[in-house]
């Protein structure tokens, strides 16, 4: 009986054990069933997500040759004087570019973002043209991007003076003569004469209280005489002005001038006579250099997504600046991150826990968007580094990567496209868009871009130039150049306080 029992729960056990593992089996396939249901079901949401954000941030071309359109319709408001046009058009009072003849020694200050820049030059005129430059570049606290007037100007000027400090003997003013100063300030002003415009509002990020209204040539000359700086403010300029005045200056086809870096605007030469607000004296050259602000330009054609809605509304200026915010170095990260996030709420893409640093906004910079866009690594290695900084997480799936990358790929196109379109705009206003009818060459036409939106973020900058060949088509587009022209608006500032000094002739020897 014992041996008989033995066997008997032994037969048992081992039955027992059979069912188990059978059981654990199943269990184990049952939950790998869920687990693979559950990632497909993962992948579909993903894939919902990123259908959908290609279709809104498309942009065929027949899109942007109509928004091209619209905004010639506003330009030519802007230029009427209409008041509820979205481009004001404004008129920069320079309507002689630099020549070449230039000569003296001259300061510049480029005041355009987050940061700012000051610079000297010594011009030799038409045979020596720039004989030595120097510059320094100073990063503005956020606290003073919101603070008062004062303290920006103050602080502004504390860096001048020290940089005039540093003057050495290469750079040499007449005995006598003040130092001049070209001041571009890049936020849309009313100016009322080469050296003087009241501010219009501050952009880019900027809240300054105080300053709305005020004479900003007076804000800066205030604070200079507060640090003992004997400094003469001869040309208040755009940066894009300025840009087209550096750009001139080396290119004497230079007809336009586009800046592409934290925040966007354009500039061209118009005819005066095309102009129906001007009502002065016709300027001698027939021409006048006018100051579009672009970035503000808004049109029910612009493919808006939710991302951009959202973004704008929670902006310090919602409902303005719609173009600029689809466009620029300030917003384009923000828009990647606002899509990455909306990937982690509803797909899981970065696990189950949505990464609570990627909650924060503008904590991807487009300088960081445009490194993992270019990363071109098999493991897109260069790209899951950025994420483990930005995000922090620690492993990304090649998968996740790729996707990253391609909703980079996305937002970097929508921007460079809409971008070329604006530049396209301006090539149609001033009729340099197709070959003449006469059957003449189309003059050779140089546009000239600044920013390092545009000069470091190459498939952004390809992508533009792309796209801007394809909307002029094979002919006509053999005739126009984009042309880098860094640091134009510093030297073109420059330039322009050299042919509105205050002397007259400038100093030759």
Request: negative net charge; charged residues 25%; aromatic residues 6%.
């Amino acid at each position: 009986m014992g041996k008989a029992a033995a066997v008997g729960t032994a037969v048992v056990v081992c039955a027992a054990v059979g069912v188990a593992v059978v059981l654990a089996r199943r269990r184990r396939r049952r939950e790998a069933e869920l687990l693979g249901s559950a990632e497909v079901e993962r992948k579909k949401r993903a894939a919902a997500v990123i259908e959908d954000v290609e279709r809104n941030l498309a942009t065929p071309t027949a899109l942007l040759r109509s928004i091209a359109d619209a905004m010639v319709v506003e330009m030519e408001r802007g230029l009427r004087g209409d008041i509820h046009a979205c481009l004001k058009m404004l008129i920069s009072y320079v309507d002689n570019l630099p020549t070449g003849d230039e000569h003296g020694l001259f300061y510049a200050l480029d005041l355009g973002g987050t940061n700012f820049r000051v610079l000297r030059v010594q011009l030799g005129g038409r045979e020596k043209r720039v004989v030595k430059q120097q510059y320094d570049e100073v990063s503005i606290p956020p606290h003073l991007m919101v603070g008062t007037s004062m303290e920006l100007f103050d602080f502004i000027a504390a860096a001048l003076a020290k940089f005039v400090d540093t003057e050495g003997d290469d750079f040499h003013l007449p005995e006598g003569r003040q130092r001049e100063l070209g001041f571009t300030f890049s936020f849309p002003v009313h100016q009322t004469s080469i050296s003087s415009g009241t501010l219009i509002k501050w952009t880019k990020g900027f809240s300054i209280n105080g300053a709305v209204g005020e004479d900003v040539v007076g804000e800066l000359s205030r604070a200079m005489e507060r640090q003992g700086l004997d400094m003469k403010v001869t040309a208040l300029v755009n940066d894009t002005v300025g840009t087209l005045a550096g750009g001139r200056y080396m290119d004497n086809d230079v007809v336009a001038a586009v800046i592409l870096g934290t925040g966007t605007n354009a500039a061209y030469v118009e005819h005066a006579n095309a102009i129906p607000k001007w009502t002065g004296l016709l300027p001698r050259s027939g021409n006048m250099v006018i100051n579009t602000e672009w970035g503000s330009f808004k049109s029910d054609k612009l493919p808006l997504s939710e991302y951009d809605k959202a973004m704008d509304f929670e902006s310090l200026n919602p409902g303005e600046q719609i173009y600029e915010k689809m466009i620029s170095g300030m917003y384009l990260g923000e828009i990647v991150r606002r899509i990455l996030l909306k990937l982690a709420h509803d797909a899981s893409l970065f696990g189950d826990v949505v990464p609570p640093k990627l909650e924060q906004p503008f904590i991807l910079r487009t300088p960081d968007m445009s490194a993992m866009h270019h990363d071109s690594s098999h493991d897109l290695k260069i790209l899951g580094a950025k994420l483990k900084d930005i995000v922090g997480v620690a492993d990304t799936s090649l998968e996740v990567r790729y996707i990253t990358r391609h909703i980079c790929d996305i937002v970097a196109e929508r921007g460079a496209r809409l971008a070329a379109a604006g530049i396209y705009s301006i090539l149609k206003k001033i009729g340099r868009d197709k070959v003449p009818s006469d059957g003449s060459k189309l003059p050779r036409t140089v546009v000239a871009l600044d920013g390092g939106l545009y000069e470091h973020y190459k498939k952004f900058s390809s992508c533009l130039e792309a796209t801007l060949q394809d909307l002029l088509g094979e002919e006509a587009s053999s005739s126009v150049v984009a042309k880098l022209a860094n640091d134009g608006s510093g030297i073109g500032a420059a330039l322009l306080a050299a042919s509105h000094s205050q002397y007259g002739e400038v100093d030759y020897s």
